[in-house]
């Protein structure tokens, strides 16, 4: 079975800041990468799909990049309500596995 | 706009089963680029993947929990349940129903219900 593993775990920014989270897969998974986020009480949110789409009504400052194994999640400039944890998952027929989660904080 | 709801008993008692219903409104069920699909989420933890269903098609189910677990559908009703059988403490959590895009070969899951909490505890 493929493992996704995401670092950081979490961290704390900046309003401003840009952040970024990688996801690595423990096997190649071409593009079959989305990223979620989840706010604090709330279901999750898918915001890219295959790796770098961003989904309808997606603010721009969310962007992924990334193929193979090594994936991407940018925050160009953290706002107050990007507060949430983040998750990746991917897609490997007919399983979904989801990352265990980066949580972001403001400073 | 699409909107799924779960429902089902927010409290049950180890050893017994689990019945959760999503009703699925603001679009078709039946769609051909479209699954239907279960995700859990321990307290305090990450996301876990339960199963989906294809309106005319095989469920799939998450290996570990693969022989506890039944999805159907019934497009008649627009809905779609999860059976979770032989409940521990462990399966405490929130259950949350999703629709599963299939689309050029990827898949995500681009709406969600709200969650429902379940309880598992005598």
Known sequence: DIQLTQSPSSL???????????????QLITNFLNWYQQKPGEAPKLLIYDASHLETGVPSRFSGSGSGTHFSFTIRSLQ????????????????????PGTTVHIK | QLQLRESG????????????????????????????????????????????????????????????VTISIDTSKRQFSLKLRSLIAA????????????????????????????????
């Open chain 1, 12 to 26: 704390s920014a900046s309003v401003g800041d840009r952040v970024t989270i990688t996801c690595q897969a423990s």
């Open chain 1, 80 to 99: 107050p309500e990007d507060v949430a944890t983040y998750y990746c998952q991917h897609y490997d027929t007919p399983l979904f596995t989801f990352g």
């Open chain 2, 9 to 68: 008993p927010g409290l049950v008692k180890p050893s017994e089963t689990l019945s959760l219903t999503c009703t699925v409104s603001g679009g078709s069920i039946t769609s051909n680029n479209y699954y239907w699909g279960w995700i859990r989420q321990p307290p305090g933890k990450g996301l876990e993947w339960i199963g989906n269903i294809y309106s005319r098609g095989t469920p799939y189910y998450n290996p570990s929990l693969k022989r506890r």
């Open chain 2, 91 to 122: 399966d405490t959590g929130i259950f949350y129903c999703a629709r599963l895009v299939s689309e050029s070969g990827g898949y995500y899951f681009d709406s969600w219900g709200q969650g429902t909490l379940v309880t598992v505890s005598s």
